[in-house]
């Protein structure tokens, strides 16, 4: 309690820690409310890093027991340890936010876990190993890349962000293998427009015919100005020469 002997303002600050601490428990942390928020393309994001950690571990696994190469085997082992680390992440991120996630592989997946397993030799395994993860992450990292540049959510950024780094990493070692068939790999999309470049030839263009009239313009004052300061001067060498003589005074008289 306080007493009259409190030093002033002491019961201001008071009521104002209590009204504070109220509204917090009444309206909840703003700034979580709105982190709840998840888009489409957010959700979409998380339930596709789960379905890739659902076959790309298996498979690194599989390629540290079957690869030929050391380097398919190295490789193997980084992508298992850097799913099972996103794995982990990616169902925090759905607890939070409510998202159900797949608990096995695509059919799509699965068919390439098949190829993995029907391999003729260790050498097959390692092209079918290194071409079909290598195609997958390609296929994934724009989506990632989108969500990362495009979410309006703080955590499912950084989420974004981690995804990105380590699709971007698999990718780079996969190619290290040396047994990437390239032909499978996806293209990339065909831009519909240059926007850039159709704004800045029409930029160009309209400086182009911006300076041209300017030219022609500018030409055409300077020579109007010519002709009529020209024409002045002749008409004022006309009235000179019209101009009478001045008349001869008389003896004895002045022209004044």
């Not at 998840?38 to 659902?54: F, H, P, Q, T, Y």
């Not at 959510?153 to 974004?160: E, G, K, L, P, T």
């Amino acid at each position: 309690m306080t007493s009259a002997s409190d030093p002033p303002g002491v019961l201001s600050r008071l009521l104002l820690v209590l009204l504070t601490t109220a509204a917090a428990t009444l309206l909840g942390p703003v700034g979580d409310a709105q982190a709840q928020e998840l888009s489409a393309a957010d959700e979409n994001l998380i339930v596709n890093v789960k379905l890739a950690g659902l076959w790309e571990m298996p498979a690194g696994m599989w390629a540290q027991e079957r690869g030929k190469s050391k380097r398919t085997r190295e490789v193997g082992r980084t992508l298992m340890i850097d799913h099972g680390r996103l794995d982990t992440a990616t169902h925090a991120i759905a607890d939070r936010f409510g998202i159900a996630l797949p608990d096995e592989p695509s059919d799509q997946q699965s068919a390439w876990l098949g190829e993995m397993k029907a391999a003729r030799d260790d050498s097959e395994f390692d092209r079918i190993f290194a071409t079909r993860l290598r195609y997958a992450h390609g296929v994934l990292f724009p989506v990632i890349a989108q969500v990362r540049a495009g979410t309006r959510n703080d955590v499912v950024r950084d989420y974004a962000t981690t995804a990105n780094q380590a699709v971007l990493r698999h990718m780079t070692l996969l190619e290290s293998t040396g047994v990437v068939d390239q032909s499978l790999l996806p293209e990339a999309p065909v831009p519909q427009s240059n926007t850039a470049n159709a704004a800045m030839d029409v930029g160009y263009g309209d400086f182009g015919l911006g300076l041209l009239l300017a030219v022609v313009l500018g030409g055409g004052l300077f020579f109007g100005l010519r002709t009529l300061r020209g024409k002045n001067i002749r008409t004022r060498d006309r009235a000179a020469a019209a101009e009478p003589d001045p008349v001869p005074s008389a003896p004895g008289e002045s022209n004044v």
